[in-house]
């Protein structure tokens, strides 16, 4: 399998308080219909999470297609996965980013928002990269072993032997379900296909060579089975971030050139291909709207 250029880029929110300019700035460089939806969340952490996923996108694609930051449009396919529709293609040839040969994928949680994305050449078979990134934390009121019963039918009695090691504590059987829990949306992401899938069917055996820290992270020894049968096409990392975090990346059809970890974005970094463009009302009067949405408490 070809190996091919990967990005890992993490945005930590709660670093961020953003001003009136830079929210401005933000908003007018999205799509009007990413407008429309942002302005339907109820929280201002849910809204800005969102739209820093945008932004990385953007900064990803205009970063490795050379295509101009404002230029760059997304769709979302009949699931709302987004991909990029390059432009100078007809409206009967809007072909996904893979075919473009880039494919990415956002994930949001917390205070963390992430980008994975991978290029490779026009002639390279199909392929395609999906993330999840989870807080290990568990505030849901029943016990932990209540709330796994719930989730029983969402791994395989393999994932579950894993998880529910009886040696490890609460603690440890926590991270070891969000683990598998960011290995099957990594996975089902790549697809697009949200929650169709029948879960017990995928199987992840992850690396138990070495515990997921920061330090060792990612993890890249992590394998599939569906139905029983290795998916020998897949390739999986395992990241921690933050020691609160943990994130997977699928990959599928292709391998990353390096192992390394999600690298922090700022703002700045986010904005810095875009030009300065005149200031338009209707945005600055939105923003003013969206900076009035109320904030989650958090813990
Ligand atoms: N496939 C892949 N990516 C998608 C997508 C899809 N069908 N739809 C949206 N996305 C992208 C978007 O960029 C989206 O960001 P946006 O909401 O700001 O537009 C981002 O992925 C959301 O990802 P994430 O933050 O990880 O959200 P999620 O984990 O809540 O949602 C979906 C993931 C979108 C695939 C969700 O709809 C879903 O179906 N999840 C499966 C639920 C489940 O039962 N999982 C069990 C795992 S054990
Ligand atoms: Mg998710």
Not at 36 to 56: A, C, E, P, V
Not at 158 to 165: C, K, L, P
Not at 201 to 207: W, Y
Request: aromatic share 10%.
């Amino acid at each position: 399998m070809n190996k091919h250029i990967c990005t890992r880029w993490a945005f930590d929110l709660s670093t961020w308080t953003p001003t009136l300019p830079q929210l401005t700035h933000a908003v007018s460089v999205i799509q009007p219909e990413e407008r429309t939806r942002l302005m339907k969340f109820h929280f201002i952490d849910d809204f800005l999470s969102s739209l820093i996923g945008r932004l990385l996108m953007r900064k990803f694609v205009s970063t490795c297609s050379g295509e101009p930051y404002h230029q760059v449009h997304f769709e979302r396919d009949a699931r709302g996965k987004p991909y990029w529709v390059q432009q100078g293609q007809g409206e009967g040839q809007k072909l996904k980013g893979t075919t473009n040969a880039l494919s990415f994928n956002v994930s949001h949680q917390g205070s963390l928002v992430l980008l994975a994305g991978i290029r490779g050449n026009k002639d390279d078979p199909e392929f395609g990269i999906g993330t999840d990134v989870m807080k290990i934390e568990y505030n849901g009121g029943k016990s932990l072993a209540e709330f796994f019963r719930l989730m029983q039918s969402k791994f395989s009695p393999q994932e579950w032997s894993y998880i529910g090691r009886p040696q490890h504590n609460e603690g440890a059987q926590l991270k070891a379900f969000m683990r598998h829990w960011c290995l099957k949306e990594a996975y089902v992401k790549e697809l697009g296909v949200g929650i169709t899938v029948d879960l017990q069917k995928i199987s992840f055996a992850v690396d138990t060579t070495h515990p997921l820290e920061e330090a060792v992270s990612p993890l890249c020894a992590t394998t599939l089975r569906c139905n029983g049968t290795p998916m020998t096409q897949w390739h999986f990392e395992e990241h921690l971030l933050s020691h609160k975090y943990c994130a997977a990346i699928a990959f599928r059809n292709c391998l990353p050139h390096d192992n390394a970890k999600f690298e922090f974005v700022r703002f700045e970094d986010l904005i810095e291909q875009s030009k300065a463009s005149a200031e338009q009302p209707d945005v600055v009067a939105y923003c003013k709207q969206a900076l009035l949405k109320p904030q989650k408490r958090h813990s």
